[in-house]
């Protein structure tokens, strides 16, 4: 039974106490995620078991045990996701374009990226991310990636007062006295 409480899902994950619990806890998530038929990623706390273990399936099942993202990207992208634990809602998620991890089930490192160009590498690189976040308690409303709508620039009228500012000096005037003024380098001031 998939968890679809909010406040279930908030709730930062323990870590396991061995790889073997781990492991037993990863088997009971693929076999959740392969009944559920939709989905391509399954954290512990969204089947009611508040460990840090999660599977991703992508292009082959992964399991990570006690996972953290100890490496990120500076650069994002915009993914379009859905989350079992929200069924029928789909938004856009702010993700990094590459991430490397460590889990104790995995010697080393592991890297993901979405720079390929292949698709599912884009999609397994937000999904571990998605899970991973499930862990820390974060939802992909958590990361919803927001348009700031469009500001055009104030117009001012011929006789609106402005002030102006070369860095030095401030001029408070009319808006068409100061034009000959913003041409030359100086800008309008906040106030």
């Known amino acids: 039974m998939i968890i679809t409480e909010v406040s279930k899902l908030q709730t930062l994950c323990e870590e396991v106490s061995s790889v073997e619990e781990g492991e037993r806890v990863g088997a009971q998530l693929l076999k959740e995620l392969t009944e559920s038929k939709s989905g391509i990623g399954l954290a512990a706390n969204q089947i009611g078991i508040n460990k840090r273990v999660c599977v991703i399936n992508v292009k082959e099942p992964i399991v990570l045990i006690n996972p953290n993202i100890v490496e990120t990207s500076e650069e994002t992208f915009v993914f379009p996701e859905g989350c079992l634990s929200f069924p029928n809602k789909h938004i856009r998620t702010n993700r990094f374009v590459s991430i490397v991890v460590e889990a104790e089930n995995h010697e080393g490192q592991l890297s993901f990226t979405a720079e390929s160009g292949d698709i599912n590498d884009a999609l397994e690189c937000a999904c571990v991310q998605h899970e991973i976040d499930h862990l820390d308690g974060l939802t992909m409303f958590d990361r919803q990636h927001i348009v700031e709508p469009y500001r055009a620039p104030k117009s001012y009228g011929r006789n609106e007062r402005v002030t102006i500012t070369d860095g030095t000096e401030t001029k408070e005037l009319k808006y ?12 309008l001031a906040e106030v």
């Open 176 to 187: 068409k006295k100061a034009e000959k003024l913003l041409e030359s380098g100086w800008t």
